[in-house]
């Protein structure tokens, strides 16, 4: 089964740090694109960050560029997001979705930024 | 505001046809692909159609998508109350670098 489970949310303070995991199973990792989608409290879909299979390409919404940093590593079937100076508009529920037609998401992470 | 329009809101009876539209630009729909998500409430997004037009296994025919020029529509035909959701379109936008989502269709089952 094509499964990906996301974690490392939670509460942080404006200015602080997070990083977020996604591990995959079900297909063949290391030959997708990868990406990270948010939705805030009672909102739309809003794209983070997309990473090429081998990492060689790399692209982001204008919002989180500079604070943000998405990397994977394909032994581990995992992808993260490094997210620094955090915002409280950064507050969402964060889903990985895999490949270039976000044919499969996750359950998604939760977080929050509160002062 | 979205880089592609959707309606905010749709109705329908059971049994009857509903479409959702998304309109973009030439830089976005208009030279690539069009996919739509369909969001049960409470839940994970989950891909409902690709490439405009395809369906991914398991998704009923009664889902269909379509596209011309810079718009894409997605059309459900005998309507469910399962089908009660919220709608995305997607695309990539050429000019931003960027995936773009609509900003969401409810679909309410009267």
């Known amino acids: 089964e094509v499964q990906l489970v996301e974690s490392g949310g939670g509460l942080v303070q404006p200015g602080g740090s997070l990083r977020l995991s996604c591990v995959a199973s079900?297909?063949?990792?290391?030959?997708?694109?990868m990406n990270w989608v948010r939705q805030a409290p009672g909102k739309g879909l809003e794209w983070v960050a997309s990473?090429?299979?081998?990492?060689?390409?790399?692209y982001y919404v204008g919002s989180v560029r500079g604070r943000f940093t998405v990397s994977r590593d394909n032994a581990k079937n995992s992808l993260y997001l490094q997210m620094n100076s955090l915002r409280a508009e950064d507050t969402a529920v964060y889903y990985c979705a895999s490949g270039n037609r976000f044919d499969v998401w996750g359950r998604g992470t939760m977080v929050i930024v509160y002062s | 505001q979205s880089v592609l329009t959707q309606p905010p809101s749709a109705s329908g009876t059971p049994g009857q046809r509903v479409t959702i539209s998304c309109s973009g630009s030439?830089?976005?729909?208009?030279?690539?692909?069009v996919a739509w998500h369909q969001q049960l409430p409470g839940t994970a997004p989950k891909l409902l159609i690709y490439s405009n037009n395809q369906r991914p296994s398991g998704v009923p025919d009664r889902f269909s998508g379509s596209k011309s020029g810079t718009s894409a529509s997605l059309a459900i035909s005998g309507l469910q109350s399962e089908d009660e959701a919220d709608y995305y379109c997607a695309t990539w936008d050429g000019s931003l670098n960027a995936w773009v989502f609509g900003g969401g269709t409810r679909l309410t089952v009267l």
């Open positions: 030439s830089s976005n729909i208009g030279s690539n692909t």
């Open positions: 079900g297909f063949t990792f290391n030959t997708y694109w």
């Open positions: 990473i090429k299979y081998d990492g060689s390409e790399i």
